[in-house]
Structures are given as C-alpha cells and as structure tokens.
C-alpha cells in the first residue's frame, strides 16, 4: 500500500505541475515530453455471459495505465515508463498485477556511434530471428534489458550490437530464470556505399544477422516405453520395457538470417531466409531439429495500382529466452513470426482471426487495389476504389525421421521436412473484397465481403491431426453521412453466416461526430444464430467521446465481446467484459 | 484506495487539459532512422520543407479511422499544398505483418503525399503516440507546436487553419 501510495505520489507531481514547466528549456537547452494513458474498467456481474462477483475474484474494478517521460538534449536522449496495473483488467495476465518501472534508458548518439543502456526495443530485418516490441492493448511487451550499440563507418553501413535479458512480467532477472540474448546485424545500402551506382534506377539494400541465447539447460529427463513379449513354457508375457533418458540440451542456441531488397522502378521484391540451430524446446516438444524460414513478397505500384504478393514458410521457429516457457500470453519472445493474413478493421471479420503456428506452416498472400480515376463514367466524380486480398496459411509436410519413430517424438530430431513443402492440412484461408466509393459531398461509402475458412481445432487448440473447420461469409456496408463539414453520422452494419461453432451474428452501429471535440455511439453485436437459445446474446453498448488537441477521454458502457474495437477515431484490441470503461489518454 | 488513486490520475489528466496554452512548443522533431517505403534508411532529422511547415501522421493499414483521414486529406491535399506550401508525411506503424503491403496500398488509392516506414514503433515512442490516429504539426524550423489525437469526420479542416496560423505567425487556438 505504502509502494503504491509514493510511486502515485511520485506520479501526479511529474502530473500536477504547471505545463508551462514542459514546455521550457530545462538544463539548457532540454525538453521535456511524455504521454499518459488510462484504461478503467468497472465490472457488473452479468448472469447472461456467466460474469458474478465470484468469477470476478471480487476483482471489480481493472486499471491498467502508464506514463512516459522523455527528456531530450541534443543527443542526449533518457526517458522512463512508469505502469501500474491495478487491478489488470479482464484479459490482462494476472501477473502483471503491481506498479513500477519496467523501462527506463539512457541513450547517446557521439558522431556515427549511437549507445543505448537500459531497457530498448529492436528488430533485425523484419524480425525472423530478434524484435523486441511493445503493444499495450495486447499486453505484450518483451522489451530487451541491456546494452545496445548502433555504427555507421560510412555512409550506406549500419552495425548493431546487442546484450541483454528480456522482460518477463515484473520479475528481475536472476541467474538462469531465463536465458541472455546477444545479437548483431548489419544492414547495407548498396547504393550509398558504392558511389558509381549512386544514381542507378535499382536500389539494392543487403543485410545479415546472428542471433544467439545462452542459458544453463537443466536436468531433464523422459521415458520411453517398448513392448515386447517372451514365452515362458506356452504363456505368453507381455513386458513393457522402460527406458529412461536425459535431454542433452544445448547451452547456446544460435539463428542467423540473410535480407535483401531490390526497388526498380514501381517493383519492390524483398526476401529474408534464416535458420535455427538445435533448440529442443517447450513450444516444438522438445526435438532436436533446426528451424528455417523464409519470408519474401513482391510489390509492383503505380499511381491508381498496387499489386502485392507475399510468402511466408515456417518450420520449427519459435525462439524464446526460455526453454521451459510456453502457453498464453506469449511470453519472452526472441523473434517475431507475423500472420499471413490481412488484419482487419471489421468488428466481425476479427472473429475468427489467424496466428501463427511457429512449429510450422506454409503461407501466401496476394492483394490488389486499384482506383478507377474520378470523372470518369463507371469511376463516378471523386473515383471508386477496389481492393482484393486473398491469403492461405497451411500446414508443411513433415515424414518420419526412422520408421517406428512418429513424427514430432520427444527427445529425436522430430521429423524431415522439405523446404518450402506445402502441407495438406489448410489452416486459414481468407478472401476478401472491398469497394469504396464517394457519391456527393455529403455521401461516403464502403462496401465489403469476405469469405473465410478457419480451422478452429489447430488454431484454437494446437490439434493437428483433424480438421474441425469453420466457414464464414461476412458482409459490411459502411456509410457516412455529413450534415454540414463538421457534423457527420456513420453507419456500420455487418453481417456474419456460418454453420458451425456460434452461428450467425449480426452488428450495427451509429456514430455521431461533431470534429474535432466529441462523438457519441451506440452500437450491438448479436449472435442470432447461435444453436444454443440461450446463448442469442446481444453485446450492446453505448460511447461518448471528448477530444482537446492530444487529449482525450472516451466513456463506454455495455456489453464488449472480446475482439477489435474501432469507435469515434481510434482502433483497439479489447477483452470481453460488461460494465463501464473509461479511457483517458494524453501527450504533453 | 484504487478508486483514490484512479480519481487523482483523472484529476491530473483532466487539470493537463484544461491548462493547455496557445503555441505550446512540443520540442523539435526527434532524429530517429525509419525508412522509405523502398526499404532505404531514413532519418526524421532530414525531415524538412524549405523553411515551410510539416504536418506528420501516424497511421497504420489496418487502422480505419487512419485510413479515412488520410482518404479526405488525399482530396485535398494538392490544394494545401498550392495554398500553404506544406508538405505531410504519413508515417505507417504498420509492422513485418503488413509493412511490405503499405506502398502498393498508398499507390493503389493514389495517395500523392510522402509515406515513411517506421515498423518497429522508434519514432511513435520518440513522439509519445499512444495509439493512431495522432498528428503533429511543426513550423519550418522543425518546432511541434500542435498535437491531435484521433480522427472525427473533418478533422482535416483545422490541420490547414493551424498551418496557415503558423505562417502568418500567428497564435494558435
């Protein structure tokens, strides 16, 4: 009680002081900037969706909330963030549950050299073998806790180098609670460094990186069982042979990956390839087997066109600091393995959304979009806007190593796996159509289809051997009416059909505007179809919206089915819950 | 005792907004590498308009209010541009997932304003963006003098009455 009470103590005099403080000079010529956000939930308990007091844990009011402040002096850059999370809020790890600070860090930039110490956030490449990142609605957040340089000999070149532990809810690092992360990447800028091809029509960027985790295995060990029968004067006898044995598993565990991007013209062609070394983990079941992957899309623009493909093919991938971690949320992440498909802004085209299977999946990407030019006759006045997405995620083939030992067996090298195999079992697929036209000053329109395939049984349960598939048609028309420039009334109605799991939904919503200050919405998601009577659940629920400048507060009551939220100017991921959430937001 | 603590963080954010002051200067624009939508390094140092000023968005593709700001200020930008001088770049926080789709999406609508790739959140925490929308306003020196966050139906119509403040050198708001 007393911790809580001096660190918002500490909290509201960085707060209450006057603004004009931040907005002058402090110690010659530095600045100080931050930002602050709340997220407030009060809880009802609410027999329809199975919420009482007791499922609650009592836990009736969740606030999750953070403050930045930066300080910046020429190159001098230090800031900190301050979180509390008081209760977490539903959906929120309950290991979070504390107040502190979880990230501060120095940062000096002396001519071509830049030195970070403290907690930082990087990506090598696209983040196939390091990315530490943050997304505070997610609650993810596996910032690096160490030392990071970055040099640049010449024009064209950057170097980095990296050390440190990654961040695991608020525990502090102790000997071997999980491993040490060490890196380095080189990115290099062809063009720049060789100055006869300063001015060539194709740019041509390489790059390289190696990643490596130490930590001290300890002792594991597993058994086997072999039958095998004996016969004993005519009896017959069954044994089952127990063979006991330890992991031998590897201290230092290594990735390296190799990038280059080409741009000619209105093509942009990237690839990035990368293999594992033998990490025997909790995520793969402890096998022995390397990891690849290749990541690579090509992009062809023009003014009114876009044409993009992308592939992505895993095999055996996830790298964390820890061998031992796995499960929900996703903790200590070395890398970042992104999902083939679109991410969508629908509320009901996020209900079945896709994640990456890291043990292995084979993946593709296409979209289109185009404008049809205004004035035109089928373009109408302003132009019309169609867009094409289509994206499939499947499994990869893998065959036994030895006849007799099945796939992914504990302790072996688990499978064989040929690169850039396509496996059978389809995971997601998703088709998507969009057209977005403007009719009057006063009418804007979007129109939206989508068809999806998801199989729920790998998806949600990690279950490989059958398919358990949900298809779904969805429907969204979006309109916006604007009574004058600064009053305007959208309306969103979705529908979405299936046959399996909870059946048919149906959403609509309202929103008010009046820029730039405040908006008003209401909005319900109803589950119609559901086979089960009882579960026919109408998520309902009302918004009100102040904006000044970078300050907001956003009021919201009702029903929140877990999924994406987009109301009165701003998207977020939120869990379900029924009450009041309040969400107060600034930067100074 | 959390309900004491939630009223005073209410009370502290809602004393910010009411004590907010006409040109308020935010601090230069920070030098952080992101890149061009062609993969190449780019540092936010070199951002710059010939003494003019710069309006700097955040927005990512799967972020619809984002989308549609940028859609009413893509109707009207040849017009600031030709009235004010101004110059907008649009920084996309898309990440790996998406990232490598944001030229040919920006180039399919025929959006005819700078797109900067800041895929890892470097420049979105050196700004303090909570979550996009947000846009920033600098003068010709690089100066952030005004901050929005979110996007209503118009919203665009005071980014070019704060540009043309910040010309005639005037007080905003």
Redesign the interface.
């Given at each position: 009680m007393k911790k809580i009470f001096t660190s918002v103590l500490l909290f509201n005099i960085l707060w209450a002081l006057p603004p004009a403080t931040f907005s002058q000079d402090i110690l010659s010529g530095g600045k100080v900037t931050g930002n602050v956000h709340v997220d407030a939930q009060v809880y009802s308990a609410d027999s329809i969706l199975g919420i009482s007091d007791s499922s609650l844990n009592f836990k009736k009011f969740g606030m999750n909330g953070f403050a930045n402040v930066l300080y910046s002096n020429g190159d001098f850059n230090a800031g900190l963030r301050f979180e509390g999370y008081l209760n977490p809020m539903v959906g929120f790890d309950p290991r979070y549950e504390d107040v502190g600070i979880p990230y501060w860090f120095v940062n000096y930039k002396l001519g071509k050299l830049e030195m970070t110490a403290g907690h930082f956030y990087d990506q090598f490449g696209s983040g196939l073998v390091l990315r530490s990142w943050e997304e505070w609605t997610l609650g993810y957040d596996n910032n690096i806790y160490g030392f990071n340089a970055k040099f640049s000999p010449v024009k064209g070149i950057m170097i980095k180098g990296l050390a440190g532990v990654q961040r695991y809810f608020w525990e502090p690092y102790q000997t071997n609670n999980r491993g040490i992360v060490k890196g380095f990447d080189g990115d290099f800028f062809i063009n720049d460094i060789f100055k006869g091809l300063s001015e060539a029509k194709t740019k041509i960027i390489l790059g390289g990186s190696f990643v490596s985790r130490y930590e001290q295995p300890s002792v594991k060990i597993f058994t086997r069982d072999s039958a095998y029968i004996t016969v004993d004067h005519g009896d017959t006898i069954n044994w089952i042979k127990k063979t006991t044995y330890q992991y031998d598993l590897p201290y230092n565990v290594g990735c390296w990956a190799a990038r280059m991007n080409l741009a000619s013209g209105g093509f942009n062609f990237y690839a990035e390839y990368a293999e594992k070394g033998n990490d025997p983990n909790a995520t793969n079941n402890w096998i022995y087997k390397n990891g690849q992957a290749l990541y690579s899309t090509l992009s062809y623009s023009a003014k009114g066109l876009g044409v993009f493909l992308s592939t992505k093919w895993i095999d055996n991938m996830s790298f964390k600091s820890k061998m031992n971690e796995s499960g929900n949320p996703a903790m200590l992440d070395i890398n970042y393995l992104p999902a083939i498909s679109k991410e969508h802004g629908y509320s009901l085209a996020t209900m079945y959304p896709y994640g990456t299977k890291p043990n292995g999946e084979a993946g593709f990407k296409g979209e289109v979009v185009y404008t049809i030019p205004k004035k035109t006759k089928i373009g109408g006045e302003y132009g019309t806007t169609l867009s094409l997405n289509y994206s499939f995620a499947n499994s990869i083939k893998k065959e036994q190593t030895l006849p007799g030992i099945p796939i992914d067996s504990t302790g072996t090298n688990g499978y064989r796996s040929n690169f850039l195999s396509i496996g059978d079992l389809p995971y997601y697929r998703d088709l998507n159509f969009l057209i977005e036209r403007k009719f009057s000053s006063k009418v804007k329109t979007k129109l939206a289809y989508f068809n999806q395939t998801y199989n729920l049984h790998v998806i949600e349960e990690n279950i490989f051997n059958d398919a358990v598939i949900v298809y779904t048609h969805i429907a969204v028309l979006d309109l916006t009416y604007k009574f004058t420039a600064k009053h305007s009334l959208k309306l969103e109605a979705q529908g979405l059909w299936t046959k399996e799991d909870d059946g048919d939904w149906t959403a609509v919503s309202l929103e008010y505007n009046v820029s730039p200050a405040w908006y008003l919405s209401f909005m319900d998601e109803w589950n119609y179809g559901n086979p089960d009577n009882d579960k026919q659940i109408h998520y309902y629920n009302i918004s009100f919206g102040y904006t000044q400048k970078s300050n907001r507060i956003a009021l919201r009551y009702g029903r929140q089915r877990e999924g994406l939220l987009c109301v009165g100017g701003v998207c977020r991921y939120v869990p379900a819950s029924t009450g009041l959430t309040i969400t107060l937001t600034s930067t100074f | 005792?959390?309900?004491l603590?939630?009223s005073?963080?209410?009370l502290?954010?809602?004393?910010?907004?009411h004590?907010?002051?006409g040109n308020?200067?935010?601090?230069?624009i920070?030098?952080v590498?992101i890149r061009t939508?062609?993969?190449?390094?780019f540092n936010t140092a070199d951002i710059s308009n010939e003494g003019k000023p710069v309006i700097i968005t955040f927005w990512a593709?799967?972020?619809?209010?984002?989308?549609?700001e940028h859609?009413a200020i893509n109707?009207v930008y040849e017009e600031w541009v030709d009235e004010t001088g101004l110059k907008l770049y649009a920084v996309s926080i898309d990440?790996?997932?998406?990232?490598?789709?944001v030229?040919?999406?920006?180039?399919?609508?025929?959006w005819t304003f700078d797109v900067l790739l800041d895929?890892?959140?470097?420049l979105k925490?050196?700004?303090?963006?909570?979550?996009?929308?947000?846009t920033f306003i600098a003068d010709g020196k690089g100066n952030i003098l005004?901050?929005?966050?979110?996007?209503?139906?118009?919203?665009e119509?005071?980014y070019v009455e704060i540009v043309k403040k910040i010309i005639k050198g005037e007080k905003i708001d």
């Open positions: - | 005792m959390k309900y603590i939630f005073l963080l209410s502290c954010i809602l004393i910010q907004i004590a907010q002051e308020k200067n935010y601090g230069k920070p030098a590498d939508m062609d993969g190449k390094t593709t799967w972020c619809k209010p984002c989308l549609k859609e109707e990440n790996a997932r998406s990232s490598k789709s030229m040919p999406l920006v180039n399919g609508k025929g895929e890892n959140g470097d925490r050196a700004l303090n963006v909570n979550i996009p929308p947000h005004w901050q929005h966050v979110g996007y209503l139906e118009g919203d119509h005071e």
